[in-house]
C-alpha cells in the first residue's frame, strides 16, 4: 500500500527576517501532515543544518541536491556502496 504523502517545496531564505516565519510556516505544515497521519516530504533541502532542523519537526523524507544528485540506478547502487563504507 503506498503511503498518502503531503510534499512541500521550501522557499529559500533570502533575508534574514525571513528565517524564523519559514522556520514557523515549516513547523505547520509538517504538524498538519502529521495531523492527517501523512508522510511528510521536504523538498528543496539545502543543507545538513536544515536537514536536522526537519527532522527534529518530524518531517519523514528530505529531498534535493545537498544529499545527492539524480543518477541512474546502477550509479545509485555505487554511491550507496561506497556511502556505507565509509561510516555515513
Known sequence: MDPKRLI???VPKTDEECW???DEIEDS???MGKFFRLRVVAEGVE???HADLLRRLG???LEDYAF???RSAESLQIWL???DSQGN
Request: net charge positive.
Open 29 to 31: 505544515i509538517i504538524g
Open 47 to 49: 543543507t545538513k543544518a
Open 81 to 83: 556502496r561506497e556511502r
Open 59 to 61: 518531517c519523514d523524507f
Open 8 to 10: 512541500f517545496r521550501l
Open 68 to 70: 545527492a544528485r539524480p
Open 20 to 22: 524564523e516565519l519559514r
